[in-house]
T-cell receptor
């Protein structure tokens, strides 16, 4: 079945450091891929998405490219800020029988120190 | 536009009591999802509805949990009787009918069973 694997955290970085959070997936068909962010005490918010191979999603300085050949959707940011401290979830649309459902990774906690 | 609205934001009750969590999805969204999030188990899908009909309830932990969606603008998740291990943050999310749509999350209900 479809699944998402993302790097385990926590990840601790200094302000202005480069960020990569790895995400790989297993899927049948042609799913869409998403990154969600969860700030403390809040629900998950859509950060960016990509709907087909080689698409690049971007938002708030974050980027991720849909790589079908490596089944990956790694999240990157060139210079993180303290305000980026949150939990990040990779997800894919369940393009099989459960249309509408998303398959989420376990989440990666990011802490950015000043 | 109003987002997904959940109530209450916090609930503290004693073991054995009935708990009812409420959700109002975004108008025009056809899918509604209930999730549970804990430190130990992460984000778990409990049940989801399409056009008010339950599609997959395989994530509902046991018969003490039930969910209803009497109309397109309201859903409830009920726990009866509640137990301390039900303590978690419960999220509701909704999305459009079209394929590969992102889910929009509410701010969650933080439930503590004493």
């Amino acid at each position: 079945g479809n699944s998402v694997t993302q790097m385990e955290g926590p990840v601790t970085l200094s302000e202005e450091a480069f960020l990569t959070i790895n995400c790989t997936y297993t899927a049948t068909g042609y799913p869409s891929l998403f990154w969600y962010v969860q700030y403390p005490g809040e629900g998950l918010q859509l950060l960016l998405k990509a709907t087909k191979a080689d698409d690049k999603g971007s938002n708030k300085g974050f980027e991720a490219t849909y790589r079908k050949e490596t089944t990956s959707f790694h999240l990157e940011k060139g210079s993180v800020q303290v305000s980026d401290s949150a939990v990040y979830f990779c997800a894919l649309s369940d393009s099989g029988g459960s249309q509408g459902n998303l398959i989420f990774g376990k989440g990666t906690k990011l802490s950015v120190k000043p | 536009d109003a987002g997904v609205i959940q109530s209450p934001r916090h609930e503290v009750t004693e073991m054995g009591q009935e708990v009812t969590l409420r959700c109002k999805p975004i108008s025009g969204h056809d899918y509604l999802f209930w999730y549970r999030q804990t430190m130990m188990r992460g984000l778990e899908l409990l049940i989801y509805f399409n056009n008010n009909v339950p599609i997959d309830d395989s994530g509902m932990p046991e018969d003490r949990f039930s969910a209803k969606m009497p109309n397109a603008s309201f859903s409830t998740l009920k726990i009866q009787p509640s137990e301390p291990r039900d303590s978690a943050v419960y999220f509701c999310a909704s999305s459009r009918q079209a394929p590969n749509q992102p889910q929009h999350f509410g701010d969650g209900t933080r439930l503590s069973i004493l």
